[in-house]
């Protein structure tokens, strides 16, 4: 049974920093890309960043980049998301995911990817 667990999330102010852990169980971890996305209760669910299976490529959202850093270890079955310099506006339920090496189509699209997480709430105050 395949497990991806989100911790970390909380209550921060603007400027703040935090860093997002998804533990996954049940999977060949090293065979999987893993993503970052989020959703908030206006909103689809949306990418935020991914990194590919051998942890040589990372993607962000434009709303992201510089700020947020995808990471993994593949000796703990996590993937991270640091994420810096918080805006009101990162406020959101965020998830992870997994899309085995072997599926096809485009990493900013929720169809690409096989598991998710339950989400971590994070909340930025100003």
């Known amino acids: 049974q395949v497990q991806l667990v989100e911790s970390g999330g909380g209550l921060v102010q603007t400027g703040d920093s935090l860093r997002l852990s998804c533990a996954a169980s049940?999977?060949?971890?090293?065979?999987?890309?893993m993503g970052w996305f989020r959703q908030t209760p206006a909103k689809e669910r949306e990418f935020v960043a991914h990194?590919?299976?051998?942890?040589?490529?990372?993607f962000y959202a434009y709303s992201v980049k510089g700020r947020f850093t995808i990471s993994r270890d593949d000796a703990k079955n996590t993937v991270y998301l640091q994420m810096n310099s918080l805006k009101v506006e990162d406020t959101a339920v965020y998830y992870c995911?997994?899309?085995?090496?072997?599926?096809?189509?485009?990493?900013?699209?929720?169809?690409?990817?096989?598991?998710w997480g339950q989400g971590t709430q994070v909340t930025v105050s100003s």
């Open positions: 995911a997994a899309a085995h090496r072997g599926n096809s189509g485009s990493i900013y699209s929720t169809d690409l990817y096989d598991y």
């Open positions: 049940g999977l060949t971890f090293s065979s999987y890309a």
């Open positions: 990194i590919n299976w051998s942890g040589r490529s990372n």
